[in-house]
């Protein structure tokens, strides 16, 4: 059986105030039933205060995005050995990434490397657009993005995947839980299964991500093969975020 993990992804927002505040807020809420990981995903230049923040709880955290290489002449980006003490977490592969970035397929593949090669856990993002699904390809899409993430991983038992259709990505629109389920269990899981065996595939953590909140929560969480979601809009809202997190930790 997979962990329950819910991430929040706070995107390019928040001040450094705001970001200290509002994880003391979702640290002096929050309970966790044990089996449970809550990961928060601030803007890179807040990790270490907000590490701080939750230093001697069971909140972990994150970056939302890494560089493959572990140093030299890359402006403005972060190396995953620079995470050494301040962080678990990496979000890799997130659509914002993929669309405004241009990161292609291969360079995702690179940047999960990197992260295993020093013991960071890699949220993968993967996820079609609205045309692809109106194209009836999403399955094609999911496989096709897995498969090239994780071409020649060692340390698969630090990966999670994040399915995120493009379309329900700050949209308000959701697919059925049914339908993800599907998506997770028959697309992803068993593609796991196929290239790293059944103890990965049943142990992967698998989540929905995509205009969670607290109303739709539930619904997603009773759906076998969703292990948890990635919240990005109502993360920044400690009271909305904790609800999500209790609603997916109801029944266990
Ligand atoms: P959203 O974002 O919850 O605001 O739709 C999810 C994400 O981008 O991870």
Redesign the pocket.
Known sequence: MARTLI?G?W?MNTTLSDAISLSISIRDQLTLPPDTEVVLFPPTPFAVPVRDAVRGTTIKLGVQNIHNEESGAYTGETSVTMLDGICEYA?IG???RRTLFNESNDFINQKIQACFAHGIKAIL?VGETETERNEGITSQVITRQVESALRDIEGIERLVI?Y?PIW????GLVPEAEEVNHTLGQTIRSQIKSLYGTQASEETPLLY?????PGNAYTFAQADHIDGV??????LDSAQFVEICTQFTLDS
């Open positions: 991430a992804n995107k979000l997130h659509s914002e993002c994040a995120e329900a990505i700050g949209t991500g995509g205009s969670v909140n990635l919240v990005g809009g109502a993360s």
